[in-house]
Structures are given as C-alpha cells and as structure tokens.
T-cell receptor, first 111, second 117 residues
Framework: GENVEQHPSTLSVQEGDSAVIKCTYSDSASNYFPWYKQELGKRPQLIIDIRSNVGEKKDQRIAVTLNKTAKHFSLHITETQPEDSAVYFCAPSGGYQKVTFGTGTKLQVIP | GAVVSQHPSRVICKSGTSVKIECRSLDFQATTMFWYRQFPKKSLMLMATSNEGSKATYEQGVEKDKFLINHASLTLSTLTVTSAHPEDSSFYIC?????????????FGPGTRLLVL
C-alpha cells in the first residue's frame, strides 16, 4: 500500500513566522494531494488541496507545492497565528485508490 | 453545504456489549463512506470503505465480523462494534464522498469517542 510520511512530526514557531511541513508518498499513481487540519478532539478539515497538473496553489496565508517527480508535497503557512496550532495531515490519493493519511505534524505557534 | 453528522458523539459501554455509530450526510448524497479509527496522538487509520447497496471493503487487519458496516442508503452508513472490549476504545470518524464527486473528496463527521469499560 501507499507509504506516507510527514516531516517534521512536531514543529514550534513564533507567531508571525512561517511553517513548512513536508509529505512524502510512495505511489506514483497519486494525483490528488490535500492537507487537513485537525484540532484536538475535532474532525479533520480540508485546508488546501492540489492536483497533479499544478505545481503550486495558494490561498491567502496557506500554500501547497507539489513535486510529483520526487513524490513529495509541502504545506506552507506564512504569518502564523496561535489559531494555526493543530495537527496537520496530508492524505495523497488517486482515482479509486484508498486514501492514506500521513503520520501527522503537530504545529505549535507560540504567541 | 457538505455537512456530515455522527451519532452519538460520545459513548461509554460495558465490555461485551455492542455499540452502533451512525454517519449521515445531511445535505448531499454519498455513494461512498469511509470509516476511520484514530488513537490518541496518532493518525487516522482507514478501517473500511462502504458503498451504498453493497458490502463494505475492509482494510487488512480489520475484522469484518467485529466491525459491522451497513450502508443502506445514500445518506446513512452505520458502524457496529460488536462485543466491544477495552482495546476497542478509540475515536471513530466517518467521512462521505458526494455522488459524482470522486472518491478523493471527503467530508468528515465530527467523530465518536468510544470508551469500553
């Protein structure tokens, strides 16, 4: 099955700084690359996604970049705020493949 | 739009009893629903994929006779944990993919926290 890893597993940044989380995957057939944010005890929420025909997508302070050749994609959060503190998961998939969630990254934004 | 509910949100039961968790898509039809299990500080682990009107597809290592899944309509899937034991205590989350939207589009329910005493 798909092997999905995230790095780092934990990340602490000062408020206002940027945060970058990387997701590596093994299945070259993957063509959909979302990032989810999960606050403690809550449901995962889609924050941004990208498809394989695009290299980068941005939505205000959040961006995702994709390197399909190297099989990794990254989440970029700029001007971090305390409310960005959460666990972030990547979950690459494609067509009728099952979705495999990454190992998760706990982001702490220090005020 | 695209709201998914789960009921109950929290359940405590005695060892040996069965617990049913409902997952509903409130404002869309879902041909596919997924059931996940999440242990504290861990990732979501897919348990099974449920398609309306057909048998669920279980992931390796998930006992289908222990975790019964029924997807009787385009808006409802149920997960029944049979003869629950303390090791079944976990956070169970469902997600639903809209009909015609492709499996990758998933809307998650709020989760059900199960504690088996």
């Amino acid at each position: 099955g798909e092997n999905v890893e995230q790095h780092p597993s934990t990340l602490s940044v000062q408020e206002g700084d940027s945060a970058v989380i990387k997701c590596t995957y093994s299945d070259s057939a993957s063509n959909y690359f979302p990032w989810y944010k999960q606050e403690l005890g809550k449901r995962p929420q889609l924050i941004i996604d990208i498809r394989s025909n695009v290299g980068e997508k941005k939505d205000q302070r959040i961006a995702v970049t994709l390197n399909k050749t190297a099989k990794h994609f990254s989440l970029h959060i700029t001007e971090t705020q305390p409310e960005d503190s959460a666990v972030y998961f990547c979950a690459p998939s494609g067509g009728y493949q099952k979705v495999t969630f990454g190992t998760g990254t706990k982001l702490q934004v220090i005020p | 739009g695209a709201v998914v509910s789960q009921h109950p949100s929290r359940v405590i039961c005695k060892s040996g009893t069965s617990v049913k968790i409902e997952c509903r898509s409130l404002d869309f039809q879902a041909t596919t629903m997924f059931w996940y299990r999440q242990f504290p500080k861990k990732s979501l682990m897919l348990m099974a994929t449920s398609n309306e009107g057909s048998k669920a597809t279980y992931e390796q290592g998930v006992e289908k006779d222990k975790f019964l899944i029924n997807h009787a309509s385009l808006t409802l899937s149920t997960l029944t944990v049979t003869s629950a034991h303390p090791e079944d205590s976990s956070f169970y989350i469902c997600s639903a993919s809209p009909a015609g939207g492709g499996r990758e589009t998933q809307y998650f329910g709020p989760g059900t926290r199960l504690l088996v005493l």
